[in-house]
């Protein structure tokens, strides 16, 4: 079974640091785009940071120059170095990926199950 499992999140202070990793398993042919999604209390899901299979980043304004993708190929993980954490970025954050399994083998989106972080001020 193919699944995304996401993991690092917590509850920190305003101004700390947290890791959020995503490890994609099960029997995958190829992983495109990986991107974490967030969605805070009450409103819609967004999306924050995503890198291509060849390490292109894009990132929302909102985390920008705070927030840093990154990705192991060779391990099928996603990472997202959140710095200089804000109240307002408290949310479940969630891990996508575009990949072809074997079962399903063309690229169609996966999604984890979320890790809370939460910012206290």
């Known amino acids: 079974q193919v699944q995304l499992l996401e993991s690092g999140g917590g509850l920190v202070q305003a101004g700390e640091s947290l890791r959020l990793s995503c490890a994609a398993s099960?029997?995958?042919?190829?992983?495109?785009?990986m991107g974490w999604y967030r969605q805070p209390p009450g409103k819609q899901r967004e999306l924050i940071a995503d890198i291509s299979s060849s390490g292109t980043t894009n990132y929302a304004d909102s985390v920008k120059g705070r927030f840093t993708i990154s990705r192991d190929n060779a391990k099928n993980t996603v990472y997202l170095q959140m710095d200089s954490l804000k109240p307002e970025d408290t949310a479940v954050y969630y891990c996508?990926?575009?990949?072809?399994?074997?079962?399903?083998?063309?690229?169609?989106?996966?999604w984890g199950k979320g890790t809370l972080v939460t910012v206290s001020s």
């Open positions: 099960g029997s995958i042919l190829n992983i495109n785009t």
């Open positions: 996508n990926a575009a990949m072809a399994v074997v079962t399903l083998p063309f690229l169609r989106e996966y």
